[in-house]
């Protein structure tokens, strides 16, 4: 098995916010990152499959192909995007990084095969980064 | 004279935006950054003194006491914001990555005496970045 | 499971010294590593926590909670310090990247509940790294 | 146990191709990465390695003595050379990143000892990279 | 003014060969980068525009149009090519770092008006880079 | 004219002192760098050499023979060294980055003729960096 990884950006405005409570908590729980008028950031997401390299072609995926499947499946939607406004699979979501990476990784698992998808990791700063490996992990 | 440069870090949301124009020429001219439910980036901004190190201290400009004047002079009114709604010395100003670093500019280059600003950097991405050296370069 | 990481940065001096060897044993082993008056490095320090999210945080951990435990517990311990000398953990303990880890994960593991420590991850330079991921593992 | 990665840095020349296949279905499948003229890469690779530190170093592996073994086996076999023509232990195979790390690996497991050869990961560019952890992982 | 950077990445396969030289001179003068079998790099380019903001837009040049112009104008005749047999503003041109830049250089200055080129800087490692910024500067 | 650099790495302790004040002016002005036990850096180099491509090579100048320079004449002096005791010419220098750079600009302008020194810039951290120009610019 070879774990396969490719990374790509994007940027986006969000606002961590629980609409559940009043306004008073949300400040003071998620502080500046509640500010009403948005902020945002340059994501970095690192996408990684795993699978045994076919025979033929050295690949255990053609990251070409990924590269394009990332770009229809995904970046067309968060590119330049507010996650909490704008995205249909963050609705409903505290967009967390936590929650946003375990969200892109329900949209990529079902396209990958013959790979099997391993990891998201989704960098929100170069210094704030999370990981999803799935349910089972 | 030596140069020296402290970079800094901060992150806001913001939209590329002329209010003259109507919104289809904005949809037109600045495509995705015209989206109405805004962006946002994680900046990265370099600022650069010039001068002669002091005898004694061997410093063109103490680079912590830099790093404070960043923090209460520019980050506490740019981090998190949103450039357009949030930061004063944006208001009337279309804030293109060119437009906020000369502001930022005029924001900084009063306080830094005995040094002299040389110049300030601004990376909207990792690929994309203005340089501002005032109005006399 | 969510893996969430906070990367921060320090400076500090050390010296690799065995000191049940004599001199010439030192010097052959740990070569310009052994100088006696010291080098040093610009440390990066990833430390990352793993948990289920919060339902109403979307949190695994608040980062900016674990920047500030990193810095009251251990940057103000490390930072611009002698590993040998001047860092109380680290007394008795030849300062290897692999000893400091170690040490790092026993000052931070009781401090990150809810969440569980997963991994510390050491830079002492872009090209050396080391990673501790508890006695289990 | 701890693990302990040296990255380094090579460049090689190579061109994918599948010697079964006609020129036309090479071109098809891999497209520009095909050039009958070749084209190149500044490869990274980290070699990772676990162990227990020794008592008397605090080292599981002396980094310096790996930077010399990664030198002498590997580098003066790859860095400035064709993968396709010049190295022997990729002749009839094909130089996707998934097999060149895992040849690599094949080099390097039975060089390490004490410690253990944990992963190898090449990065073929910044945004494109593979990992490969032995056959039983 | 503002100088204005966008950077781009490609890779290519090169050798450094001087065709008046015999083989013994070649080798001698280039070493391992005169490979007959080429060797090759991920070049970074970063290419900086120097102009006044317009006032309408705030922009010296609307850096997407900038990286299409660099993807048509530049990128299609060098990524995955060979610098010396592919690329036909590089024949004739030893293709060294240097030589490569100017002619980026002379591919680019006429075709971003009503901005300025300002300078074309290429990495060929990111340890080993070289900056043109005109026949005047 | 092309710009040609070289970017090379080491690490050093050093502490900030000046030896013709007390420890209690020195403790207030210099903060946590003058600590007695000393501190660290991994210190990133670049230097810009300029001059003419030569006709023959290609090169402004041989970067292989420029790293072997760097190699004799200022790593083996530098790397894993006190800066305030070990280096021969900081004695008598506050080693600041800024003091630093200049000497080190001392040292290498003499060695790289035919081409010219243009510039030393010295990252003391990712985030604190100076450039020296010599003493015309």
New interface residues.
């Given amino acids: ?9 994007f ?4 606002r ?1 916010h ?1 609409p ?2 009043d306004d008073a908590r949300n400040a003071e ?5 509640n ?1 009403p ?6 994501y970095e997401l690192e996408v990684t499959l795993v699978g045994e ?1 076919h025979p ?5 995926a ?3 192909r990924l590269a394009q499947l990332l770009e229809t499946e995904l970046l067309e939607k968060v ?4 996650l909490n ?2 995205v249909d699979f963050m609705q409903g ?7 946003f ?2 969200q892109i990784w329900h949209q990529l698992a079902p396209l990958v095969a013959p790979a099997r998808l391993y990891a998201v990791r989704l960098y929100e ?9 799935g349910a089972s ?1």
């Fill in positions: 098995m070879v774990y396969v990884t490719r990374r790509v950006h940027n986006a405005a969000h961590m629980n559940s409570w729980v998620f502080g500046k990152c500010n008028n948005w902020h945002g950031h340059n390299p033929e072609t050295g690949y255990v053609d990251l070409s590119d330049h995007k507010n406004l704008d979501v505290i967009p967390s990084a936590e929650n990476a375990i700063t170069p210094r704030n980064f999370v990981e999803y490996r992990n």
